[in-house]
């Protein structure tokens, strides 16, 4: 009881004031560790060490949270819509979970303002803010426990911040869009897709060069060769003027 009393007050009269708060409207429930929300909006580029010399970030936090929000949504999604098949159901999970929608979901709730990177990478930059949505939500589960995680994501991201009807007719195929385009104008088109390394031990990204003709129409960069095409896709179709940027 004391040692609680004490945490509350070293808490309360530090600048960790702010973010518990915030928490605990985001969630709508008390945190308990705060230092495990810490690692999860700090990514590897702005690495600490623990006690025992360990790198600590929110790679692992991210792998988890990014487990329990597919299961989340997919339970969300077979229950809202009753009648539609599996792959109804897939492709809207799929847009959920898009990087760059996850992205945005982490500004519109606020999170953006407190991860903490030192990244100057723009292929891994634009992972970072997805990457930490999922990380909290991997450490909201570890803290909290499934029940308030999975109600966390259904009403406050779900039901609060996603319009389910602009997404369902969102085509977020961005390479499929691009291939109609060429066939529809019957131009010539070729991705070229090679992995490269960053050369710190890091994971390896992806960059697509995408040519019409011979000539560069869209680059673009991602974790995997699907995101990297895609990424190129949607900058081609920019070009093209058939997406708004």
Known sequence: MIR???HKIKLFSSPRKEFYLF?????NSSPNNLKLYETALT????????????WVNNERLEYLGDAILGAVIAEFLYNRFPNMDEGFLTQMRSKLVNRTFLTEL????????????NT???????HIYGDALEA???ALYLDKGYQVTRQFITRKLLLQQVNLDEIQNTNTNYKSQLIEWSQKNK????FDT??????DNRQPFFLSTITVEKKVLGKGQGNSKKEAQQNASKAALIKLEELKA
């Not at 982490?106 to 990177?117: C, D, K």
């Not at 100057?120 to 634009?126: P, R, V, Y």
Request: no cysteine; hydrophobic share 30%; charged share 15%.
């Open 4 to 6: 609680n009393i004490a």
């Open 23 to 27: 928490l605990k409207a985001l969630f």
């Open 43 to 54: 990514h590897r580029s702005a690495s600490k060490t623990d006690s025992q010399g360990n």
């Open 106 to 117: 982490t500004f519109q709730v606020g999170l953006n303002y407190y991860i903490q990177s």
């Open 120 to 126: 100057n990478n723009a292929g891994e930059s634009s």
């Open 136 to 138: 909290i939500i991997g």
């Open 187 to 190: 131009k010539e088109i070729n």
């Open 194 to 199: 090679t992995e490269k390394s960053t050369g």
